[in-house]
């Protein structure tokens, strides 16, 4: 592992087999790097493999090939004591808010549950120390009483924060956590986010598909295709830097409040997720792509300083 690097994923592959007793490569040899402090996003459309790397990085799933490292140590197939302590130390903030929580706990019983059962603190001072967590995010300390349906979506996931938190782990991996809330309330929650992190210096690991918002937040930038990294962004200019044709056709489709003017764009070629591909996956719907994009897979290279492409075209 690289300097300060906490995190790892090292050549990791997830496969499924699906009901007729073929295999789906979900994930393909992707390599993730998380420095300490630092926020990377994960960016892509829908079934691009976002969530699955989420659920491999929490362990709810087994790697089928790779490894995975945490402060040096590698914790691919984590087990018992060794794996309760590995979620202390990872966490999850999800979508949907309400779901994270039973409608018959009170706030206060939902707080002080990980405390209890990592067996940080009594009962009482795992009450105290739920105050004091609200407040920090942004709620009093009364909402500890209350039920889950007598709140906002906004409130109920600055609940969920302040308990995440509240276990000061190293990495906190947000799964599309504002994608549910009112525009209005995600902008609360990501500056929270980003106010607890600068404060606490944890590591984030934000998944999305909203360009603009990974663009504002991250150091680092992964965009995926079918599973695959096909290109690693470190600006905060993603529409200057971006090289990969999948990025711009990404960046072309979004909507533009300062351009009303803009010419939006669609890849309107299906997504083409057949295993026979030998070339580069993104191909068969690439407008730039030429006969060796069919032919041969291209390798992910350092481009220049702000930017890593798999591209035949570079």
Same mark, same amino acid.
Do not use: W
């Given at each position: 592992?690289?300097?300060? +690097?906490? !995190?790892?994923?090292?050549?990791?592959?997830?496969? !499924? $087999?699906? *009901?007729?007793?073929?295999?789906?490569?979900? %994930? /393909? *040899?992707?390599?993730?790097?998380?420095?300490?402090?630092?926020? %990377? +996003?994960? +960016?892509?459309?829908?079934?691009?493999?976002?969530s699955t790397i989420a659920r491999l990085i929490l362990q709810l799933i087994d790697i089928t090939k790779g490894k995975m490292f945490y402060k040096g140590r590698n914790v691919t197939n984590l087990r018992g004591k060794e794996l309760k302590e590995y979620y202390r130390n990872v966490q999850m903030i999800f979508q949907d808010p309400l779901s994270t929580f039973s409608p018959r706990m009170k706030i206060g019983g939902y707080m002080i549950e990980?405390?209890?059962? !990592? $067996?940080?603190?009594?009962?009482?001072?795992?009450y105290k120390y739920a105050e004091e967590l609200l407040e920090m995010v942004g709620l009093n300390k009364e909402f500890i009483d209350r039920y889950? *349906?007598?709140?906002?979506?906004?409130?109920?996931?600055?609940?969920?924060?302040?308990?995440?938190?509240g276990l000061e782990p190293d990495i906190i991996i947000c799964d599309e956590c504002t994608s549910?809330?009112?525009?209005?309330?995600q902008k609360q929650i990501i500056n929270l986010l980003l106010e607890l992190q600068s404060k606490t210096n944890f590591c984030n690991i934000f998944i999305t598909?909203?360009?603009?918002?990974a663009e504002r937040i991250s150091d680092k930038i992964y965009v995926m295709?079918?599973?695959?990294?096909?290109? %690693?962004?470190?600006? /905060? *200019?993603?529409?200057?830097?971006?090289?990969?044709?999948?990025?711009?056709?990404?960046l072309n489709g979004v909507l533009s409040v300062k351009n009303f003017n803009k010419d939006i764009r669609v890849i309107d070629t299906p997504i083409n997720n057949?295993?026979? %591909?030998?070339g580069c996956s993104f191909a068969p719907r690439c407008p730039s792509a030429y006969k060796n994009c069919f032919a041969e897979k291209p390798v992910l290279e350092r481009l220049n300083t702000s930017c890593s492409i798999a591209c035949n075209l570079y």
């Open positions: 592992m690289g300097e300060n +690097v906490i !995190f790892e994923l090292q050549d990791v592959h997830k496969y !499924f $087999k699906n *009901n007729d007793g073929s295999i789906l490569k979900a %994930i /393909k *040899n992707v390599n993730i790097s998380l420095r300490q402090g630092e926020c %990377i +996003v994960i +960016v892509g459309e829908s079934g691009c493999g976002k990980p405390y209890l059962n !990592f $067996k940080l603190m009594d009962k009482r001072s795992a889950p *349906n007598e709140l906002s979506g906004g409130q109920l996931q600055r609940v969920v924060i302040a308990r995440t938190i549910a809330l009112d525009v209005s309330i598909h909203d360009l603009a918002l295709y079918l599973g695959e990294v096909v290109e %690693i962004l470190s600006s /905060k *200019n993603i529409s200057r830097d971006a090289r990969h044709p999948y990025t711009k056709a990404l057949s295993v026979n %591909i030998q």
